[in-house]
């Protein structure tokens, strides 16, 4: 499996939505894999904020829940475990939190600002809030991530399928109409 770039940085840093949507694809290991960039996730949204998905879907079985454990890949060095490492990136997080942004989120920020990562989330008002305030920091989504892993590696159609409707159910991801990507999700997604 060869890895290729898909930002103009070192690394890119997962916020809650994109660890829970690419864990519920049950092919995170491939897809960050496919990344030549160094991929992080903050200590605090892996311990405090992406803790679980659901084990089957949200409508079928709102209960069920699978753990997510992303220890194995940070063991393997797939993904590193980081967290804030000084005064820059603490007033950073504090920065961000008084901009309504949840703990998780204004880490994630944090850390990205002052380090010069790019950052993976799918959620609107984190990705305006940083695009506000730093414009140089390149802002990825799921619907990216996946599309990226799939023209590099390949994988079989029905396996991008099955990634793509496990992401929609078990992380109750919606893609909406209005993304760059929502054909090629379609089209994919139908089969």
């Known amino acids: 499996m060869s890895a290729r770039s ?24 491939d897809i960050l894999l496919s990344i030549s ?4 996730v903050a200590a605090y949204v892996m311990d405090y904020e ?3 998905i659901y084990s089957v879907s949200k409508g079928d ?14 063991n393997d060095e797939v993904l590193i475990r980081t967290d804030l490492a000084n005064e820059a990136e603490q007033q950073a997080f504090i920065d961000f939190t008084a901009r309504r942004l949840d703990d998780g989120e204004a880490m994630t920020m944090a850390i990205a600002v002052n380090r010069d990562w790019a950052v993976a989330t799918d959620d609107r008002a984190a990705r ?3 695009a506000q305030r730093q414009k140089t920091i390149q802002l990825i989504s799921t619907p990216e991530l996946v599309q990226h892993w799939v ?3 390949k994988p079989d159609r029905e396996t ?9 159910a078990r992380a109750n991801f919606l893609l909406g109409r209005r993304d760059p990507r929502y054909e090629w999700w379609w089209s994919l997604k139908s089969g």
């Open 6 to 29: 898909i930002s103009n940085h070192a690394a890119i840093i997962l916020d809650a939505c994109c660890v829970m949507n690419l864990y519920a694809s049950q092919k995170m290991v």
């Open 37 to 40: 960039e160094t991929v992080a």
């Open 50 to 52: 992406a803790l679980s």
């Open 61 to 74: 079985s709102p209960l069920e829940r699978e753990k997510i454990d992303l220890h194995a890949l940070i």
């Open 128 to 130: 305006r809030i940083l």
């Open 151 to 153: 023209e590099t590696q």
């Open 160 to 168: 991008v399928r099955q990634a793509l409707l496990n992401i929609e």
